[in-house]
């Protein structure tokens, strides 16, 4: 059975930093490019970033270009998300989903990240 | 700044047929925008339906279609069910790795 299992999310101060983790299972990780995509409760879906399969080429949206970074561990089968400097737009639930043919195709069932004083 | 953009809200009759679209705010969609599109229910992560313009995800059924109808890519639901009521969302491919969400349909069926 295919499995994204997101981890990391919690309470955070504006200014804070905090890393989510990502980890797959039930196929082959190391084949697939991984996204992450978060949503405000009760708003829409925003792409945040994507780390190519195999050379690492990374991605961003331009909302958090240069404060957070995307890496993965294929030997893990993990990938994370490394934010800092967050902000209070940035509170949202975080999906990690795999993509491929560029859509996204699998999907976890998200952790929340709540940047509040 | 690109606008990928949706209707906020549809309706269908059970049974009836719906399309929801998915645009830009200046420019056509094409294919090789690569549109995909996907269902959301109140409390669940999205759920894939169509990628590629017109590739069902797996498992998926073929009452749901994706196409491009003039200058917008287009999800078609045929023989709408009351469990087709979420929201659904389509995501364009920009280039250079990006992708951008549209701001999503909330479709009703009564």
């Known amino acids: 059975e295919v499995q994204l299992l997101e981890s990391g999310g919690s309470l955070v101060q504006p200014g804070g930093s905090l890393r989510l983790s990502c980890e797959g299972s039930?196929?082959?990780?190391?084949?697939?490019?991984m996204s992450w995509v978060r949503q405000v409760p009760g708003k829409g879906l925003e792409w945040v970033s994507i780390?190519?399969?195999?050379?690492?080429?990374?991605y961003y949206a331009d909302s958090v270009k240069g404060r957070f970074t995307i890496s993965r561990d294929n030997s893990r089968n993990t990938h994370t998300l490394q934010m800092s400097r967050l902000r209070a737009e940035d509170t949202a639930l975080y999906y990690c989903?795999?993509?491929?043919?560029?859509?996204?195709?699998?999907w976890g069932r998200g952790t929340m990240v709540t940047v509040s004083s | 700044q690109t606008v990928v953009t949706q209707e906020p809200s549809l309706s269908v009759s059970p049974g009836g047929t719906v399309t929801l679209t998915c645009g830009l705010n200046?420019?056509?969609?094409?294919?090789?925008?690569?549109p995909s599109w996907y269902q959301q229910t109140p409390g669940q992560a999205p759920r894939t339906l169509v990628y590629s313009t017109n590739i069902r995800s797996s498992g998926v059924p073929d009452r749901f279609s994706g196409s491009i109808l003039g200058n917008k890519a287009a999800l078609t639901i045929t023989g709408a069910q009351a469990d087709d009521e979420s929201d659904y969302y389509c995501?364009?491919?920009?280039?250079?790795?990006?992708?951008?969400f549209g701001g999503g349909t909330k479709l009703s069926v009564l």
């Open positions: 039930g196929f082959i990780f190391s084949n697939y490019a």
């Open positions: 989903a795999t993509t491929s043919n560029y859509a996204f195709l699998m």
């Open positions: 780390i190519s399969d195999s050379t690492g080429s990374t």
């Open positions: 200046s420019g056509s969609v094409s294919t090789t925008y690569y």
């Open positions: 995501v364009l491919y920009m280039g250079n790795g990006i992708r951008v």
